[in-house]
């Protein structure tokens, strides 16, 4: 399973992520868990897939962003500008808010269905390290970067 969710990444997200966010042994370790637990549960495993997309095409357009913004500085005007600026960021924003919404209700149903599993191994809070920080954006992007950036690393070479 975790080699179908490695091939959907496209590489310059990867590449992106990769170098600006280090993957963490602990989201690494705690998704592995997860997928071991749910690896039977076609419900499971799409909600998981969707997740993965989501948090792919979240840093797709912090990607397409920053690209845009560099280069359009030296060619548009002040307020073509700010127009851009407010199209990109809105639409980054809106990624942003369905990766967050992918990992509730992904985690949702992984403590309903799984609760005690993830007891036992540990991680009783579901997929999201820090269950009191499942509402901070900043934190559920930095996760998702660390997973992205965890699951580029540990594919087959």
Not at 64 to 90: G, I, V
Not at 120 to 138: L, M, S
Request: proline share 2%; with cysteine.
């Amino acid at each position: 399973m975790m080699q179908n969710l490695q091939r959907k990444v496209p590489s310059n997200v990867l590449s992106f992520v990769s170098s600006h966010i280090k993957g963490s042994e602990e989201v690494m370790e705690r998704y592995k868990a997860v997928c071991s637990i749910i690896k039977s549960d076609e419900v499971a495993v799409r909600l998981l897939e969707g997740l993965i997309d989501a948090a792919t095409r979240y840093f797709g357009k912090v990607v397409e962003m920053e690209n845009r913004l560099q280069t359009a500085r030296f060619r548009l005007e002040s307020e073509e500008l700010k127009a851009l600026t407010e199209d990109l960021d809105r639409s980054r924003r809106f990624a942003h808010d369905a990766m967050i919404s992918d990992l509730h209700i992904f985690n949702r149903y992984l403590v309903k269905e799984y609760g005690e599993d993830l007891s036992e191994a540990g991680f009783q809070g579901g997929i999201f390290p820090n269950p009191d920080a499942i509402r901070d954006r900043i934190a559920i992007a930095d996760w998702a970067g660390e997973l992205l950036s965890g699951i580029y690393a540990a594919r087959k070479k």
